[in-house]
């Protein structure tokens, strides 16, 4: 994709069409649409909901209507819509990448509610109930009675909420959605908290300005010091038309609608708080890595919403993937969902995914997850090899010991998975065993630790290892980026107490209450054992939009 924010030339280019866009609003109503007669493969329009203004934008087969634009009942794809997480700058954006690989095997809705993309302001609180209640006259309208729900983020609380209140929803293909319970309670609030805050600095610096033309021009040259990071999905190229889509919409980014639904976020999300999917309805939850290493409770959180007890409820983890999943792993997802779809005979499944390697003295332990591809068929168990494949053994659990290596050889360890067509393509892991000493066991307990910051709450947490070699705990110091860069001495330093609970969930309190720190600081902390070693680790604050 190119990068059209550190390009002058192109910065001038999405500049000039943004102004573009501002004036063919003030004409002809907030965005370019698609004449009412017009019907192709892909299709904007606006849905009066209580004499307001929805968004959508339609992919796939259509007709006209009933004097409108629907999709063609009469074929057998099946439709799929999409919805955004709370406050998504461009919806129509976020989830073009997807719809257009989609388009040819199903019809796609991609869903901009009020206060987002080009859709109007509500004029109702942004409570659960009217947040689907306006999701369902969308629907009505479109004449869509059985559909593919996709939410991402913060709509899977709607999509949960949605699915025990209407009978449409087919299936649903979760997309790192936001999931509560008791301990994600917490952490939602602060991160509303920091929403909050943010949204009135970008408010108040956008009132500094003359005109939504000359504010949209600043935010496409100073794009990062307001957290606009336009969409990068691997292996596909926006135009620059859709940059400039992105930031004539990132000028309304906290709109009055917006803020009244992160203040409706916390009741929202506990109305439907420790629910399970109906395991009537086949779910398939696909999970970020990079969320799951800051917070390992997202992982828990996200089994504990599905019913394995069924054959329809699946669980992946993206490893490498961080919340907007497709930006990493298009192919794979719109493969998983094309073959979820299709009664067709069982084919090889595709590859292992999110592997470990835990080396040992003589051993090295692997884990790794079930691949996105199953083949159309469930997988029944796994092979592994130490040897090129000259022998195989076959494992029926995610994880398996590799024994009776030589210490300090380099090995190649094969994994793949089996369905009822056979073994599928292979997960090649590389590993060393390691006499370990007790100095490198600690280093290697040291490197376990996950953890999150949440630098507005005051508030950290992370797992550790269960080991009685860690003996305490103690952050010792916080230093900003360029501190951490260009010296040896942090520019900031501040003490904590922590109190030790042993159960993976650690609080601490600051001495100088009034200091606080944006997300992406880097933390250097202390282990405590028999003696000091300092650790440098990097924790970013990612936002559950």
Not at 20 to 39: H, N, R, Y
Not at 203 to 222: H, I, R
Request: proline residues 4%; contains cysteine.
């Amino acid at each position: 994709m190119k990068n059209y924010l550190f390009s002058s030339a192109n910065v001038n280019k999405v500049t000039n069409l943004c102004i573009l866009l501002f004036a063919l609003a003030f004409m002809f109503g907030f965005t370019l649409q698609v004449e009412a007669t017009t019907i192709s493969s892909r299709h904007s329009q606006f849905i009066d909901i209580d004499g307001r203004q929805l968004h959508v934008i339609m992919y796939g087969d259509m007709i006209q209507q009933d004097n409108k634009i629907v999709f063609n009942q009469n074929t057998s794809k099946k439709t799929i819509v999409f919805t955004p997480g709370l406050g998504d700058i461009s919806p129509e954006i976020t989830f073009k990448p997807l719809a257009e690989s989609l388009v040819g095997n199903f019809n796609v809705l991609i869903v901009e509610p009020f206060g987002t993309g080009q859709s109007g302001e509500a004029l109702t609180e942004r409570t659960i109930f009217n947040i689907n209640k306006e999701f369902d006259e969308v629907l009505e309208y479109l004449m869509i009675d059985k559909f593919i729900l996709a939410p991402s983020s913060v709509s899977g609380i709607y999509a949960l909420d949605y699915i025990l209140n209407y009978d449409k929803v087919e299936k649903i293909m979760a997309l790192d959605i936001t999931v509560h319970d008791d301990y994600m309670d917490m952490m939602l609030e602060e991160e509303l908290v920091f929403l909050l805050m943010f949204a009135e600095i970008f408010n108040s610096s956008k009132a500094s300005f003359s005109s939504d033309e000359e504010f949209m021009e600043y935010l496409v040259n100073n794009s990062e010091q307001y957290f606009l990071f336009f969409p990068n999905v691997d292996g596909y190229e926006y135009s620059e038309e859709d940059v400039a889509r992105f930031f004539n919409a990132a000028t309304r980014r906290f709109n009055p609608t917006i803020i009244n639904e992160i203040h409706n976020a916390m009741e929202n999300a506990r109305s439907v708080s420790n629910n399970k999917f109906p395991s009537s309805i086949p779910v398939i939850s696909l999970v970020s890595g990079m969320n799951i290493e800051f917070i390992p409770h997202w992982e828990t959180a996200h089994v504990n919403q599905l019913d394995f007890s069924s054959d329809n409820h699946m669980l992946y983890i993206l490893d490498g993937a961080y919340h907007n999943l497709w930006e990493t792993h298009l192919p794979e997802i719109v493969n998983l969902i094309q073959n979820w779809d299709v009664d067709s005979s069982p084919m090889a499944p595709g590859r292992p995914i999110r592997n470990i390697q835990i080396p040992a003295d003589s051993e090295v332990l692997i884990k790794w997850s079930a691949p996105l591809d199953t083949g159309a068929s469930a997988i029944i168990g796994y092979q592994v090899s130490k040897d090129n494949g000259d022998t195989w053994v076959i494992v029926r659990d995610t994880s398996y010991t590799f024994a009776n290596l030589v210490n300090g050889v380099t090995y190649d360890f094969m994994i793949r998975a089996v369905n009822a067509a056979g073994s599928g393509a292979v997960l090649t892991v590389t590993g060393t065993p390691t006499a370990i000493n007790a100095q490198d066991r600690i280093f290697e307990i040291r490197t376990a630790i996950q953890g999150y910051f949440d630098s507005l709450a005051d508030s950290l947490y992370w797992s550790l290892p269960k080991t009685d070699e860690v003996h305490d705990l103690e952050i010792v110091e916080i230093r900003n980026k360029e501190a951490f860069a260009g010296s040896d001495l942090p520019e900031y330093c501040y003490y904590y107490d922590i109190s030790n609970d042993r159960n993976g969930e650690f609080h601490y309190t600051w001495y100088d209450g009034d200091y606080t720190t944006p997300p992406g600081f880097y933390i250097t902390y202390i282990l405590k054992y028999d003696q000091d070693y300092n650790i440098a680790a990097i924790w970013y604050n990612p936002i559950f939009n």
